[in-house]
């Protein structure tokens, strides 16, 4: 059976003023259904580009990207976003925030009903008795709580986040990494996750692909076997310390530092 999320030999460059900027070079990545991919890479090597080609908001020059059997050739609405900081309407509250992309997609069901699904993910995510503030009147680590609820609200194909847990402290970015298992446990997704903290990718991912300097390549792949969810102390183990000594030679190599080289 075909992947959900397939990248096949995506080449792009964008059109600036001095030229062509080459971003992405024979990008070949597979996500297959319910796996939790996260990408790392130098700042700048094409990862968010990546993430506009999967959603369908650019054409890339060449290759093709595919999701569930189905190429990406305009924007889907069947895709979740999540970004490093949530754009809330500020004139709904949080549950009318949550509920917008059903609106979206999924006109014809019933206020009730969407209504019911956005408060049973804001119950999910610790946020009840919140749906009336609005988005100012929440923490950054609610914020992006509920702003993980709006982006599989609707049960997307696949969940792409782009550095969502960045501007976090590190001791809500961790709450929220175990809430993502949770999720994952209760409400089961296929995700790309972009991101530059690789303990984070360590912790969340089922595979993890490290992208060369721009323009991206696949550089080096992980696969991390531990079934989700998985507790927060896995990261103090033998094996992740090794995983993470690996990842970071690996940026080391795509930021070409490494062997002593400057
Ligand atoms: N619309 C655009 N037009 C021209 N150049 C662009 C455009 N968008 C991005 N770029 C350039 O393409 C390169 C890749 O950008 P992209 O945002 O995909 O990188 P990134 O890996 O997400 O970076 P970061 O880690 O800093 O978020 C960068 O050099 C960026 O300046
Ligand atoms: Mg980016």
Known sequence: MADLVEIKGVTHAYRTKAGPLPVLNDLTISIPEG?????????????STLTRLIAGLM????????????????????VGMAFQNPVMLE????????MLPLEIVAPSMPR???EERARQLLALVGLSGFEGKRPSQLSG?????????????HKPEVLIMDEP????????????????HRLRAEEPFTALLITHDL?????????????????????YRMRIDTPSPRPIEMLYEPDSVARLAILREQIEIAQGRSGGAH
Not at 60 to 72: I, K, M, N
Not at 141 to 153: D, E, F, N, T, Y
């Open 35 to 47: 796996e939790f991919c996260a990408v790392v890479g130098p700042s700048g090597c094409g990862k």
């Open 59 to 78: 054409k890339p020059d060449s290759g093709e990207v595919w999701l569930h059997g189905e190429r990406v050739k305009s924007p889907r609405k069947t």
């Open 91 to 98: 004139w709904r509250t949080i549950l009318e925030n949550v």
């Open 112 to 114: 009730a009903r969407r």
């Open 141 to 153: 680590g609610m914020r992006q709580r509920a702003s993980l609820c709006r982006a599989i609200v």
């Open 165 to 180: 847990f960045g501007a976090l402290d590190a001791f809500t970015r961790e709450d929220l990494w175990q809430l993502m």
């Open 199 to 219: 303990r984070e990718s360590v912790y969340l991912a089922d595979e993890v692909i490290v992208l060369s300097d721009r323009p991206a390549r696949v550089q």
